[in-house]
């Protein structure tokens, strides 16, 4: 099971490049697409869910190629976009019956699978009551059901957490963990606990064009050693912040903590072990450097 | 806080926010043409004795008014109807709704941007007013304040009224659907009505136009006919004889009842903000799902009401079901079946009630009186079902997840097609099975051709406009002028055997057909 993405670009009418030559190999796993706004994850989800074309280059679903033969990819396909909606009218079960007779699933199986998703995405109590009355967190769960309808082998979600409470997305997160080993899941977000939580390798996006594809261990390792921990007044860190990449700051009763991303520490400064955020804006910073140099 | 200030600003970001976006440049070029048809005497005004007037700058101006004020106060509201929904849809209504502004100069503002929209298109004939007298040298001179004086005085009074009945439209529960798409539609012919009947100015200014018309015509012909026709032509015969007619005497009570019109327009817009729920979403969930909520003592399902005790992993992905794909020979019917219970979802029980009637009606009325009245009522009834064709993706926000689908092209779009064709006939069966049962072919093909004709425009004017208001709009004029009407070569149903055309609705079906599914091609970026 290999998915392809062989010097992909994507420019939308005559603006600017959106995606620049992206190539990776994807595997069987969980996939964590990171990067900051406007980094391109949707334009390549969009893409890779066979929505819009790219412009240039090819992408092959074992050895097939896409823009050839779409449907080869939509048979084994689960999508969550990151803006949907909902038929307002159809409660969850109608509107899943609805998404698996379009997708060309037997119906008896469909319907046993939709009363084991609607189990699954914790909804089970309000599967008979109109979508149009479901907050933002239960439509994104109908939204989660329905990208597992057709038991995908290629599973693509774009932002899948927002608007699930703590409970629910730690669910969510078990889920994608568990269903990452037979197929391929994409997962892209910026909240990086999440990918912290379930990425097995992960692609670090900005600009349009892939800055780096490492496991977490491999993105821990490029600032092992580059992390300190510094307690200053809270009144130099904005000084601070002029000479030092910082991160997470904590304000405490000896003054402020923070993560300074450097190769040689601040006066004062203690070591500290790397988080993947860390590692994110290490590498984001250095690739923006890089850009601009 | 200055509320001249917040009102400017909403109407001028509304205003922008419509005049940049394509359909605009649409809604122009649609005015240019009905400048260009008037300026080449494709349309006209033919008054008494088949007489018209000389093209001076008075008589240009009042052609072009009553283009304005009868036409585009038709198609206008449908242009314009939609700026609440929009702040909705994009929901800048809920950052608004969360500001000290209120809610009559939000109705104002709105009233302010659609007129301003339907000014847009009235500046244009009033260009092309004066393009016309430079080009056509029937009379000279020139006077700008008889060439455009019932545009500012006639049309733009009607236009505001215009903008703001589609504010009123926008916030009344029943009528901001596709029904007020419809009812609208009779409430302009009424409004064209007063004018030919009423003892009041109609808001057109048709009355006051004729009135002037017919004086000037006595004066010019004293041997002219008692009962003085003043009609809009389209194609026919044009006027044999002209006389000259200088333009309206605008006199204080002739401007102050244009000042009431004024008035009344205001009035409406600030009565639509007794309407207007400020995007509150209670409200809103209330009128559209008022039965339901008699028996749910919330007004939305919030997190809170769902089992939150579970165990945070209480199943997990293997034990779900192995899913199995269909056969292909079962795949498109079980869809045909989704695709009709999507579209017949949501009706209110009434509504069946009303449609099983008329197919009653239409297996037990005589015959001729059963097509001409029954079936057209009947076909009529489902076109909230047949607007949402085509569209239902685009407004609910599923296109993604539909279109990443296997064969979204292939099997979605014609059994779509196919739930629209089985709503059609089974809401005309009555009298479809009554043609085959006396054997009558030939009004059984034009039933058929109906069958096929309806659904496809409604596919068409969905994919194509992403919107159910060109097809609510259209069919409700097309269904009131030629079904009901009789008219040859209009009447889709073919109500009579003289106005029946099967062939050539059979062929502007097949060409919908084609234009939906090329359309939606291009939609599929992978098709």
């Known amino acids: 099971m290999k998915l392809v993405i062989d010097s992909v670009s994507k420019q939308y009418g005559r603006g600017p490049w959106a995606l620049r030559d992206f190539t990776l190999e994807i595997d069987t796993g969980v996939l964590g697409l990171l990067g900051p706004n406007g980094a391109g994850k949707t334009t390549l989800m969009s893409i890779l869910a066979t929505i819009t074309r790219s412009t240039q280059g090819r992408i092959t679903w074992n050895g097939v190629d896409v823009a050839a033969n779409p449907d080869a990819l939509r048979t084994v396909l689960g999508y969550l976009p990151q803006d949907f909606g909902v038929y307002p009218n159809l409660n969850a079960v109608e509107f899943l019956e609805y998404l698996a007779a379009v997708k060309g699933l037997d119906a008896a199986a469909s319907r046993r699978r939709i009363d084991e998703l609607l189990n699954l995405v914790n909804l089970t109590d309000v599967r008979k009551r109109p979508l149009g009355g479901y907050s933002g967190g239960m439509k994104q769960r109908v939204g989660i059901a329905q990208a597992l309808l057709n038991d995908p082998r290629l599973l693509i979600v774009d932002e899948p957490t927002a608007g699930l409470d703590p409970e629910e997305r730690v669910r969510f997160r078990n889920l994608l963990s568990e269903l990452s080993g037979e197929r391929i899941v994409i997962l892209s977000t910026h909240i990086v606990s999440d990918i912290e939580a379930t990425a097995t390798d992960i692609a670090l996006i900005s600009q349009g064009a892939l800055v780096m594809h490492a496991s977490p261990e491999d993105l821990l390792r490029e600032v092992e050693g580059k992390v300190w921990e510094w307690v200053l007044p809270s009144t130099d860190l904005n000084a601070a912040r002029q000479r030092y990449l910082i991160g997470n700051t904590t304000r405490r009763s000896d003054g402020t903590h923070a993560r300074v991303l450097a190769d040689t520490p601040p006066p004062g400064a203690q070591p500290v072990p790397p988080t993947l955020e860390d590692a994110y804006m290490f590498c984001l910073s250095r690739h923006r450097a890089g850009a601009a140099a | ?527």
């Not at chain 2, 009379?139 to 700008?144: F, N, Y």
């Not at chain 2, 798409?181 to 009355?207: E, K, Q």
């Not at chain 2, 389209?234 to 309206?248: E, L, Q």
């Not at chain 2, 005589?366 to 009522?377: D, F, I, K, T, Y």
């Open chain 2, 1 to 527: 806080m200055s509320y001249t200030r917040v009102l400017y600003h909403m109407a001028r970001a509304d205003f922008l926010e419509r005049v940049r976006r394509y359909s605009f440049l649409l809604t122009l070029a649609g005015t240019l043409y009905l400048a260009y048809a008037v300026a080449t005497e494709k349309m006209w005004i033919l008054v008494g004795n088949e007489y018209r007037g000389v093209y001076n700058s008075a008589w240009i101006g009042m052609l072009m008014t009553i283009c304005c004020s009868t036409w585009l106060s038709l198609v206008g509201f449908y242009i314009v109807k939609n700026s609440i929904r929009r702040d909705s849809d994009t929901r800048v209504g809920q950052i608004l709704a969360a500001t000290p502004m209120p809610k009559a100069i939000y109705t104002l503002a709105k009233t302010l941007s659609n007129f301003a929209v339907l000014a847009c298109m009235v500046l244009v004939l009033m260009l092309a007013a004066l393009a016309m007298q430079f080009l056509r040298t029937e009379a000279r001179p020139i006077s700008l304040w008889q060439l455009w004086s019932p545009f500012v005085l006639v049309a733009l009074p009607a236009m505001l009224l215009t903008a703001s009945l589609v504010l009123l439209f926008e916030t009344l529960p029943v009528l901001r659907s596709g029904v007020g798409n419809v009812l609208y539609f009779f409430l302009w012919i009424a409004l064209l009505a007063m004018g030919g009947t009423g003892t009041w100015d109609d808001p057109s200014g048709l009355r006051l136009l004729y009135r002037s018309t017919r004086a000037a015509l006595h004066v010019a012909d004293s041997n002219n006919p008692s009962d003085f026709q003043f009609s809009l032509t389209i194609g026919g015969t044009h006027a044999a004889r002209t006389f000259i007619w200088s333009g309206i005497d605008w006199t204080p009570p002739l401007l102050l009842n244009r000042l009431l019109w004024v008035t009344a327009a205001a009035g409406l817009a600030i009565l639509a903000s007794v309407f207007f729920t400020r995007f509150d979403p209670a409200k809103e969930w209330f009128r559209r799902r008022a039965r339901s909520l008699a028996t749910s003592p919330a007004l939305a399902i919030s997190e809170e009401t769902t089992p939150t005790s579970s165990p945070v992993v209480a199943i997990t992905s293997t034990h779900l079901t192995p899913m199995l794909r269909t056969s292909a020979r079962q795949r498109f019917p079980q869809l045909v079946v989704s695709e009709l219970r999507l579209m017949l979802k949501g009706q209110p029980w009434w509504w069946y009630v009303v449609a099983c009637g008329l197919l009653i009606a239409e297996l037990t009325a005589p015959l001729s009186a059963a097509r001409q009245g029954v079936l057209l009522a009947a076909w009529i009834w489902p076109i909230l079902l047949w607007s949402q064709m085509g569209c239902r993706e685009t407004r609910h926000a599923t296109t993604a997840l539909l279109f990443s689908s296997e064969r979204a092209l292939t099997r979605q779009l014609p059994a779509l097609w196919a739930a629209g064709v089985l709503v059609t006939a089974l809401t005309g069966a009555g009298i479809g099975i009554r043609l085959l049962l006396i054997a009558d072919w030939q009004s059984l093909a034009a039933w058929i051709a109906a069958v096929l004709f309806i659904p496809s425009l409604a596919l068409a004017l969905g994919i194509w406009s992403g919107s159910s208001i060109p097809f609510e709009a259209l069919y409700t004029v097309w269904w009131y002028v030629g079904p009901g009407h009789q008219l040859s070569g209009l009447d889709f149903m073919g109500t009579t055997l003289a106005s029946a055309r099967p062939q050539s609705f059979a062929f502007a079906t097949a060409i919908l057909l084609a234009l939906s599914y090329w359309r939606r091609r291009t939609h599929l970026g992978y098709a």
